[in-house]
């Protein structure tokens, strides 16, 4: 064992470093082998969380269930720990989406054991259905899916446009539907009607408010026509915007070991958000 302490500084360092490209990165074996591992736990806990949502299962089985949700608790503790322990500033990967629902996906398992008495157990239930929350950590894992959220981060403000657009049409027809249909054709007030255009112009229609006149059936006609048109936009909006992800996707899947963001080039020496070395 050396006495050195430079050298053992050093190994600390390569010690975190070699974690940390486990942990956090999937391009070594050892990476996507922990990524692989890690996606099957948690789409393995996830059906733990359903099942126990089945009364007659949750009686049969209720105690395997709970046991084994224990024990991916443990684990994900654990993952947990080991990700605060090899970023050099762990609050930034705790208050980070990622960290949050990393912690909501375990807290609600350790508060149904601590908890003693009935009188919170209902709220303890609710917490613990919170653990379906690691069924977002998939999101890490998925290259199309980061493509994704950068296509409707850059398209996030045409989006709130359109969707703009879109509210003031609804305000604007059901006001109009209801001035035609009026309460005795169940137009009973301006937010029913606005309620009814909305559900008209997504093509949804529940049926349970119609118009009765033919002047509000025309309308309805034209909702309807509408609605199918506006449905394209979006979705043209987030495809153009994917295409140009797509055509300039440069990125790896590198992570800086400071504050453990992305979406670095792949000749990047130094992280773009904190300056932290690569």
């Not at 850059?154 to 209801?178: E, N």
């Not at 153009?240 to 590198?254: F, I, L, Y």
Request: charged share 15%; proline share 3%; glycine share 8%.
């Amino acid at each position: 064992m050396s006495n050195n302490p430079q050298q053992s500084t050093k190994q600390g360092e390569n010690w975190r470093d070699r974690w940390h490209e486990i942990i956090f990165e999937a391009d070594t074996k050892a990476g996507k082998r922990f990524d692989v591992i890690l996606l099957w736990l948690i789409v393995l806990s996830v059906g733990v969380v359903m099942l126990e949502s089945v009364g007659s299962i949750n009686d049969e089985h209720g105690k395997l269930l709970f046991s084994l949700e224990v024990l991916f608790t443990i684990l994900f503790t654990f993952e947990y720990i080991m990700r605060l322990l090899v970023v050099q500033k762990p609050w930034k990967y705790a208050l980070s989406f990622f960290g949050l629902i990393d912690l909501l996906s375990i807290i609600p398992t350790y508060l149904a054991i601590l908890s003693i008495g009935s009188s919170g157990l209902l709220v303890i239930r609710i917490l613990r259905l919170m653990r379906i929350f690691r069924v977002l950590k998939l999101i890490g894992f998925v290259k199309e899916g980061q493509m994704l959220r950068k296509a409707l981060n850059a398209s996030r403000h045409k989006i709130s446009v359109f969707l703009l657009a879109v509210s003031s049409a609804v305000v604007v027809l059901g006001t109009v539907m209801y001035l035609i249909e009026g309460p005795e054709n169940g137009f009973t007030s301006i937010p029913r009607a606005i309620y009814w255009a909305i559900i008209t112009l997504t093509t949804v229609g529940y049926g349970d408010i119609y118009p009765h006149t033919a002047v509000g059936q025309a309308l309805a006609s034209l909702v309807m026509i509408l609605g199918y048109a506006i449905i394209a936009v979006p979705t043209g909006i987030v495809s153009s915007e994917m295409v140009k992800a797509d055509s300039t996707n440069t990125m790896n899947t590198q992570s800086c070991p400071v504050c453990g963001k992305e979406d670095h080039a792949f000749d990047a020496k130094f992280c773009k958000h904190c300056g932290g070395t690569l």
